[in-house]
């Protein structure tokens, strides 16, 4: 088997949150990766967001690495498709080995865990641990309040414009998905079979 052309860490909902949209977003992002040779890092899960992004790039034909804790197996429903499915300890593990495997990372809609996971790979990135671009698709203003909170952190003088400037923020996953892998350095190639 050939190795992916880039690795894109996803993080997103465990639930499908209330709009068919949200679903639609993560079948066309795992759709993007697979025909453009690329391989999906995620939750490990089966249910929500996860699941849709997960079996929408096996279906386009590319790789998916699951990174699941133990204690989450049963309330995720691992999925046992992924083409690696890794089953951890802690959620410290999960996290360093989704990192590990990435080239980009990318939060769709989700909860806190979404949002955890988001604002860590954010922090590691001012701090220099790792150089690996962050997106933020803000689907039909999902993150407008957030991102409305961030740039008020940045009047109240907590965080700098350049810290903001780390995340590349779009409402269209066709236009951020290419931003990220060619600003990790890499450049996303149709397989010839998804043409």
């Known amino acids: 088997m050939t190795s992916p052309a880039f690795s894109v ?3 997103c909902g465990s639930r499908p949150g209330s709009e068919p949209h949200f679903t639609d977003a993560a079948r066309l992002v795992g759709q993007w990766i697979g025909q453009h040779g690329g391989q999906l890092v995620y939750g490990g899960g ?9 079996q929408a790039t096996l279906d386009a034909g590319g ?3 699951g990174v699941i804790p133990k204690a989450l197996v049963e ?14 300890d802690t959620m410290h593990e999960r996290k360093r080995l989704m990192a590990e495997h990435a080239d980009a990372f990318l939060a769709l809609p989700g909860g806190i865990g979404t949002f955890e996971e988001f604002f860590e790979v954010w922090t590691w990135r ?10 933020l698709l803000n689907l039909s203003g999902y993150y407008d309040g957030l991102l409305q909170f961030l740039r008020h952190t940045v009047q109240q003088q907590f ?15 066709t236009r951020l998905l290419p931003d990220l892998v060619q600003a990790a350095g890499l450049s996303p190639a149709p397989r010839l079979d998804a043409i």
């Open 63 to 65: 790789r998916v690495i």
């Open 75 to 88: 309330k995720e429903w691992a999925n046992h498709s992924c083409t690696e499915l890794h089953v951890v």
């Open 159 to 173: 965080m700098g414009e350049w810290q903001m400037d780390l995340v590349h923020v779009d409402r269209d996953a």
């Open 46 to 54: 089966n249910n929500g967001l996860m699941g849709t992004v997960a």
């Open 126 to 135: 001012q701090l220099g641990y790792h150089d690996k671009p962050v997106g």
């Open 9 to 11: 860490c996803v993080y």
